[in-house]
């Protein structure tokens, strides 16, 4: 097992250094705090959490605590949680999580995790939306993961989804293709919003206009997935697919077009090309053959909100998360 000593090493600080980015980090430079967080994940090193309770008794409470609106209870976004969990036991903070659901009292749930009197507070959610802040958590240290805030700005750690829908679009144009079918999320979903932005982006650079293309947006609710196949049907006449490519709003939406697609005898990528969006929890592999798609940062997000937490930062800004470009084998 790793020891202080071997983080400050391959750091190379004092002990004296690693000890205050495990207990005051505002007190380090940054390039310092950096260089040992590094160190500290590198070594997979792990404090002695006893020994430093008895040393710091009144201290700061080192516990995060994590109020999940939907989050937990999904596959799509338990990665957020994972990443609390992993990244504060890193940085010898401990983490509990406090669900809430639809049916939900919210200021009971404020009660019961303000009752464990948390060092800081992440307030995370299933799906990118805007939520509304108790003003009893805005009175303690508070971000974001997931989400935004409808009133007071708070500290929020995002999904970049134009800049990921852009790099997708532009890659399925630059390979040729040049009349997708646009199968959106609901049209007034923040995400939806923002990836339009990027492929309009994408399109008008490669000399497309967006406004020409075939858009269809689907219905809230997951019943309304099932309505994909007569949508994309729509648009096929005696077997002839009137599209050469489907920009699928998230990658469950591409599971329905390939169903569709393959049913109909029409070929992947060889006569239609699909791009997903997601890279759905251990199926975008699993997809024949395996489908391109962008990555929702959701690790990345509840790493970057958790060090948010335990660096004490204070800003109150929203920061957009890169989501990755996967090239697969579906275009």
Excluded at 95 to 121: E, K, Q, T
Aim: proline residues 6%.
């Amino acid at each position: 097992m790793a020891s202080l000593k071997d983080v400050a090493r391959l750091a190379n600080v004092s002990l004296m250094t690693v000890s205050r980015v495990l207990n005051d980090p505002k007190r380090v430079k940054p390039e310092t705090l950096s260089r040992v967080q590094e160190a500290i994940l590198q070594l997979n090193y792990v404090p002695d959490l006893s020994a430093r309770q008895v040393r710091r008794v009144g201290s700061r409470n080192k516990t995060i605590g994590v109020l999940a609106l939907d989050t937990v209870t999904t596959p799509f976004s338990v990665e957020i949680t994972l990443s609390i969990e992993e990244t504060a036991r890193a940085y010898g903070w401990n983490s509990f999580v406090v669900n809430m659901f639809a049916d939900d009292n919210p200021d009971d749930i404020v009660d019961l995790l303000l009752a464990h009197r948390p060092g800081g507070i992440i307030f995370t959610t299933m799906g990118l939306r805007e939520v509304s802040i108790s003003p009893r958590l805005l009175k303690h240290p508070l971000v974001l993961a997931n989400c935004e805030n409808k009133g007071e700005l708070v500290a929020s750690y995002i999904p970049n989804d134009e800049q990921g829908q852009y790099t997708a679009v532009q890659a399925l144009l630059a390979a040729g293709y040049r009349r997708p079918l646009c199968l959106h999320l609901p049209a007034n979903h923040l995400a939806t919003l923002r990836r339009c932005r990027g492929l309009d982006r994408a399109c008008r650079e490669a000399n497309i206009n967006p406004d020409t293309l075939e858009h269809c947006y689907m219905q809230y609710g997951d019943e309304h997935y099932r309505d994909i196949p007569d949508i994309l049907l729509a648009h096929i006449y005696q077997g002839q697919p009137q599209f050469d490519s489907v920009i699928c709003g998230n990658d469950r939406i591409a599971f329905m077009v390939y169903q569709t697609l393959l049913t109909q005898g029409i070929r992947i990528p060889q006569d239609i090309a699909v791009l997903g969006y997601d890279n759905l929890v251990g199926i975008g592999n699993l997809f024949i053959p395996p489908l391109s798609t962008v990555q929702l940062p959701h690790y990345e997000i509840g790493r970057l909100s958790t060090l948010h937490i335990i660096n004490g930062d204070s800003h109150r800004e929203k920061v957009l998360v890169d989501s990755p470009w996967l090239l697969r084998e579906s275009f």
